[in-house]
DNA sequence: TTGACAACATACCCGGTAGTATGTTCATGT
DNA sequence: ACATGAACATACTACCGGGTATGTTGTCAA
């Protein structure tokens, strides 16, 4: 989360953890396991706080909406292992080093991928319904998510003292999304 | 671009130029210098193109439009550039080896910051004025711009096969935004 | 003609880092 | 009591990559 996946050395995270390499190493047998385990349990994470979600019945809009703000929470109160992820995809599609570690990461990515789609069939149901209004359904998707995502970029803890609670940014960023995909209807929960 | 800052060696960026690693240190005295080159002639790119519409008389709202507009296109067509703007603020805020780059590296992000500037005051005339809706100003300014810069992640020239073209691309992504800020007027260029 | 300098190319150095090999300790089963 | 293996810590290796030192070539002014 703070100094990024390649200048992040195993030596820094055993320090941090006041132990030593070693110990990593027995658990992990490489850096870039260490970094799948990571992304696998924010992953986990995800879907388990989202996908319940899309099972309840009802109006898809509403359901949209109750998922974007799980989602949106959630990518606050698991920032350290969102942000891992979010560098860790691009960082890692082009890098990767074994071809082992390729495939280890390209499973990961489908996964990220199933999750994006939770939110597009979602996100499609609720258009054809007519309760939102937008051209390319991928593409709003893609910056419906990038709103909702954007926390992990500018969120900071300091936040929280200026008098915004995260419920309260949580409200604006979905309200937004929500409103940009055309939505009418009243979105305060 | 394709493979980030820190995974990118000289050698690489030689190679790709049909040249050599001398001929790179000739002209930049560190690869610290050399991105901050990138960084530079992005931003010039960004306010060459962005301040002149900020001059601009009438309404802010519409003046938010046409440097929303302006601003996703430019992101959509310099987009090599952008990104490593991008990478490069978050991971050399921290890694930063010398002091000397440290400074280097905040000079320009106090100049990301200008530029960011110039949407938020455009923002904050445009809701004062009654055309926009939202609750806090520097989230909603935060939000927008990641909207708008969301075709950085995500965009691919293959896109532009599918039927979608960047013109498209670009009024659907705004129209998300402005929506998304609470405009209810026409925003059809 | 020559001296100087820009504009490189080549060869090298050296620090950092992923990964490994080898101890060491402790718990547990027999 | 003893063997065994998990769970580490320590010491080491190999390599990569930023940076440097040193050649080489062409140009241009005096």
Redesign the interface.
């Known amino acids: 989360m703070?100094?990024?996946y390649?200048?992040t050395s195993i030596d820094d995270v055993a320090r941090r953890l006041g132990s030593t390499k070693g110990r990593i190493y027995h658990h992990y047998p490489s850096k870039a396991d260490l970094f799948a385990g990571v992304f696998r349990t924010a992953m986990d994470l995800n879907f388990r706080i989202v996908l319940p979600l899309t099972r309840h019945g009802g109006n898809a809009a509403e359901r949209l909406i109750a998922m974007a703000r799980a989602h949106t929470r959630n990518m606050i109160e698991t920032r350290a292992y969102q942000r891992a992820v979010w560098e860790g995809v691009?960082?890692h599609l082009?890098?990767a080093t074994t071809p082992e570690q390729r495939t280890t990461l390209a499973e990961l990515t489908r996964r990220r991928d199933a999750y994006e789609h939770l939110f597009k069939a979602t996100l499609d149901e609720a258009g054809r319904a007519g309760d939102l209004t937008?051209?390319?359904l991928s593409?709003?998707n893609?910056?419906?998510l990038?709103?909702l995502?954007?926390p992990i970029?500018?969120y900071s803890p300091r936040d929280a003292g200026s008098g915004?609670t995260i419920d309260?940014?949580v409200?604006?960023?979905v309200?937004?999304?929500m409103?940009?995909?055309?939505y009418q209807g009243d979105i305060t929960s």
């Open positions: 703070e100094r990024g390649s200048t691009e960082l082009r890098g937008f051209d390319n593409i709003a893609q910056v419906m990038t709103a995502n954007s970029v500018w915004e309260n940014l409200e604006q960023v309200t937004f999304a409103r940009g995909l055309g």
